[in-house]
């Protein structure tokens, strides 16, 4: 297949496998990439000729850099000497002693071979460690811990992976050397990355000075940095490019502090960018994997001298190993704590063996068991690399299957999986940013709201904004602002539940609509027992509320692809309009009989929903306030949209929403600085909750271009 429609395909893929891991929410979204780049290599034998150097650079070097520039800086140095303790001395013993294990319990596979396949399987996720880590709940000292050593680990892992890999390719391993070079290439990498990233901040900051200061010119600058970076590393120096962009990464970071109070607009549009960008390269990987599948296992399957459920065995067998080895560390570290200070955490077997099964192995041990040559110094096949291949590929998916299947079992609550480049709504980027304590509300100050909750309350203060100014000249707009601020409540309120919480919520919430719709019924049934409008009329609108109905019914199930009676129901809606588009003449009287029906059937159904409450055997207590106020405006807003010989040109309707939401996003302002002068919420959330009004209020802007142009 041409480079070009295999790039545009899998960017295809990416986008489908995050709509399906929206539904199929058990299953991490990597492992549907994997799942769908096996489909494709099986139904389309499409291909993917990998090579090393530049796999190495389109991939690893900026997903790398954009780790370090993640990562939080007081934790990286408060916790420096722990953390490059598991990220070189555990990726050693694991690379040494896990080594020396698969040799001894996988005899076919050479020591050589062995060291260098345990080098490339210790890198871990950090992004799958951290929403792992956060998900359980593990003690703060071992979050860092596991989330900064996933960080550094990587460079570790390859830089063994890389000694390893040519000892087994020409038989020979001179350990001064090799420790020389691993002195030389780490050192000096971590060095050019150093010097380069100061380099090219003096550059950016000169070129400010000389007024180029546009936006888009340093986005694409910021971006071109860490291949710059990596490719000078190992081309011009002979260095690690892995150490160097790392480095360059923590440094960036280190110095965003100036940049985001002389550009902010700079460091928003770059960290969107680069969202996009590891979005896209993380499911490349994962869906290269999936297209590399049938390679890696073809020869292993179809083999004489290896037995497939053999196979699968020793990919167990070496996933065993890796568990054991983080597992005894972690408790060891958590024991080396207690003892020095009897105040910290006690050293728990659950705990270590979270931190193990949270040791997720992801795109860099792709990346790197790709770079394996098919043949040795001497000519020969390379020992036992479709075993290998295999291996590493089970390891990676079993390790993704074990803490999606296994995590949930031993923690308190459900966790989402979450990999380099997932989809993530606003409190997952938090989480996969790093271990920052600032959105989790302090037990110090148990009055202090998470980032939802306060995005609640400053959403309910714009919606009393609203309330405020509705004016019968601006009720339709009043109303559709109304009803668009309550949709986002209503999903904030049911993100922020858990699903205990949520069920009687939806259920209450169920009752009071199907109240309502019994209440419309009623209203049209008695229209046309009074000759008030046509039976045709009539019939259509009941047959929506027939729908809305088993719509209702449909959602008190858990939610899951589309049935196929749900979409008849979407298309018989869709027919019945356009039969009435194309109706006869007689089609305006038949759409004017419509709207009486929907005004007055929406009044009907506020009155049942009053009725029904002021009954005696109904605890109006019970139901959620912002549950029943957001069906109230649901009708209301049907009601004035409804109304004769009111419409609005769709200019003025434009001006009276931006006027209603300028005012409403200056309650939303003046709710952030009450929260945070009154120590609710923290400086970072507060920040947060501006940058969402601030995009606000540029959409604002946008739409204010528009209408001035029309």
């Not at 319990?105 to 950090?126: E, F, N, Q």
């Not at 960008?277 to 020869?299: Q, R, S, W």
């Not at 006690?346 to 043949?375: D, E, H």
């Not at 690399?385 to 299957?401: E, H, Q």
Request: hydrophobic share 50%; net charge neutral; with cysteine.
């Amino acid at each position: 297949m041409p480079l070009i429609e295999l790039v545009i395909l899998l960017a295809c893929l990416v986008l489908l496998s995050n709509v399906l891991s929206h539904y199929l929410v058990a299953i991490p979204v990597s492992l549907i990439q994997v799942g769908l780049g096996l489909g494709v290599a099986l139904l389309s034998n499409v291909q993917v000729e990998l090579q090393t150097d530049w796999f190495m650079l389109v991939f690893i070097a900026p997903m790398l850099y954009n780790d370090g520039r993640q990562f939080p800086k007081r934790e990286l140095w408060e916790l420096r000497g722990a953390i490059f303790a598991n990220a070189i001395v555990l990726v050693f013993i694991t690379t040494i002693l896990g080594g020396f294990l698969i040799h001894v319990l996988i005899p076919g596979i050479p020591l050589a071979v062995s060291i260098a396949l345990a080098a490339i399987l210790s890198p871990t996720d950090p992004v799958a460690v951290q929403s792992i880590s956060e998900g359980v709940k593990l003690p703060k000292e071992i979050l860092h811990l596991v989330s900064g050593e996933s960080l550094i680990n990587d460079a570790s892992g390859l830089i063994g992976f890389k000694y390893a890999l040519a000892a087994a390719v020409t038989g020979t391993f001179a350990l001064g050397k090799a420790v020389g070079d691993f002195f030389y290439i780490s050192l000096v990498g971590l060095a050019v990355g150093l010097a380069l990233m100061t380099l090219i901040q003096l550059i950016r900051d000169l070129l400010r000075r000389e007024g180029i200061n546009d936006t888009v010119f340093n986005v694409v600058l910021q971006i071109l940095t860490p291949f710059a970076i990596y490719f000078i590393a190992e081309e011009w120096f002979h260095a690690s490019g892995v150490v160097a962009v790392v480095a360059a990464g923590v440094l960036s970071h280190v110095q965003n502090s100036h940049e985001v109070e002389d550009a902010p607009e700079l460091r928003l549009v770059t960290e969107k960018v680069w969202n996009i960008i590891v979005y896209l390269l993380n499911g490349i990987v994962f869906l290269i994997l999936g297209i590399e599948l049938p390679v890696a296992t073809k020869a292993t399957i179809e083999g004489n001298h290896t037995n497939t459920l053999h196979a699968v065995f020793d990919v167990l067998i070496v996933w065993g190993i890796l568990l054991l080895i983080r597992v005894a560390w972690t408790y060891g570290y958590m024991l080396i704590i207690w003892l020095r200070d009897h105040q910290k955490t006690r050293p728990s077997l659950r705990t270590a063996a979270l931190s193990g099964l949270s040791g997720v192995r992801g795109a860099i041990t792709m990346a790197g068991v790709f770079t394996i040559p098919t043949v040795i110094a001497s000519g020969a096949a390379f020992p036992e690399r479709s075993l290998v291949l295999f291996i590493a590929a089970g390891v990676i998916i079993v390790s993704l299957v074990a803490a999606a299947g296994i995590l949930p079992l031993m923690a308190a609550k459900s966790i989402p999986l979450i990999t380099r480049g997932s989809s993530l709504d606003e409190d997952d980027a938090v989480i996969a940013a790093g271990p920052d304590d600032d959105d989790v509300p302090d037990p110090a100050t148990p009055q202090q709201l998470t980032y939802k909750q306060a995005r609640i309350y400053i959403l309910q203060l714009a919606v009393r904004n609203i309330e405020e100014h509705r004016r019968p000249e601006n009720q339709r707009a009043a109303y559709d602002l109304i009803l668009d601020q309550q949709f986002q409540i209503r999903r904030l309120e049911v993100a922020s539940q858990t699903e205990d919480e949520l069920q009687p919520m939806l259920t209450d919430e169920m009752q009071l609509r199907l109240v309502a719709l019994a209440g419309e019924r009623q209203a049209v049934q008695q229209m046309v027992a009074d000759h008030k409008v046509s039976k045709l009329a009539a019939q259509n609108y009941l047959r929506r509320i027939d729908q809305r109905e088993q719509r209702l019914s449909q959602a008190a199930h858990k939610p899951g692809l589309p049935t196929v009676r749900s979409l008849r129901l979407m298309f018989n809606r869709a027919m019945q309009g356009l039969r009435l588009w194309l109706a006869p003449a007689d089609s305006d009287q038949l759409r004017a009989e419509q709207l009486v029906i929907q005004r007055e059937a929406s009044k009907a159904a506020i009155k049942a929903l009053s009725q029904y409450l002021k009954q005696a055997s109904v605890d109006e207590q019970q139901f959620d306030r912002q549950a029943l106020y957001h069906l109230i405006v649901h009708y209301r807003n049907r009601i004035e949209s409804a109304k004769p010989g009111q419409s609005v040109s769709r200019a003025d309707y434009e001006r009276q929403i931006q006027k209603l939401r300028i005012k409403s996003l200056g309650a939303e302002r003046a709710g952030v600085q009450h929260l945070l002068e009154s120590g609710q919420i923290s400086i970072r959330t507060a920040a947060r909750l501006r940058q969402f009004i601030n995009y606000s209020e540029n959409l604002l802007m946008l739409n204010d271009g528009e209408i001035d142009d029309d």
